[in-house]
């Protein structure tokens, strides 16, 4: 590890350690690593064949800092947080040969530049996407059933003030999972790829044998592997619609689509308006595919009835005057889709070992 990339390291013995390999330290490739990884830093600790410079504090790595210790890197280990450019790279110089990213999400590197460059790119797709698929069904839950109201109110000892009686119908919203009074909910997905699919197969105990979904135009149906999800899941219905009836037919819409230009407020108003009263929106992808404006109209004019949200467009700088966070009927958790111990330590060691794998030459277990 670099002298002053964490203060215990300047301890005489690592001063020792550091002179006997220093021979060796001019062919060690360094590696910047943007945050402690926790328990899977040993992964790279305990490599001798490596120089690492870790971000030194608990909290996002400065840009300042990144900008001066890349220099001469050859890896960088970096979160949704970084954005790596022509700035960064410029920054790192002709050393820089991959760039892992601890994301399944790479909006923020410049994937063009990396490949004129020939910069190597990982990034975590499928160990998170069990993880994604909870919190997901989570926030359908939330939303449908108006838990941030009912939540604050017991939080200020609401539930406990004379004028608060349980009531036939104080509370209610809809149902997600089906009834015999309501036995065919459509569930939509824009986007359908795996988180998308996860998703599904949660939703298919709640009785749910409607499915439609969008996908990019530029894809290709898929009709094998929606006839084996439709045999899989028993499913009555499994259709890919345009965006007017996604938005029209689905009581619980699902936004599981990559963000960026392409997907750019999709949701905006005119696809809201369409939307159900009683329907619920998700959005556990990217905050940029939903206008957040929008949304708090369609919320206050009841277009829908809730929405549960994961991911806002110009996170993290959500305040407390947020549109949406000041709409009762909007439930909002701040990007924790994957924050399990169990899926941030796969990502952590896939990221990890992808940086091994670009950085000798060798394979990258998912590489863009
Ligand atoms: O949003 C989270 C990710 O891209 O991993």
Redesign the pocket.
Known sequence: MSSGSMASLSSPSHTRLTSIVSHLSDVRPKVVICRHLGPAMPLLLDRKDIDIVLWPEDRGCERAWLLENIKGAAGVLVL?PERVNEELLDAAGPSLRVVSTM???YEHIDLPLMAKRKIRVGY?PDV?TEAVADITLMLALMAGRNDGVAYSLVKNGGWAKPNFGWSPFTFCGPQLSTTASSPARTVGFLGFGRIAQATLARLVPFGITHCIYTSSPTSRPDVARDAALQTKYNLKVLERVDADRLARESDVLFVLTPGGKETYHIVDATFLRKMKPMSVLVNTSRGSVVDSDALATALREKWIWGAGLDVVEGEPAITTDHPLVKEPQCVMVP?I??ATFQTRLDMATRAIDNLIGGLFGGEMPAEL
């Open positions: 949704l994301s399944v999400g975590t998170l990007h889709g994957s």
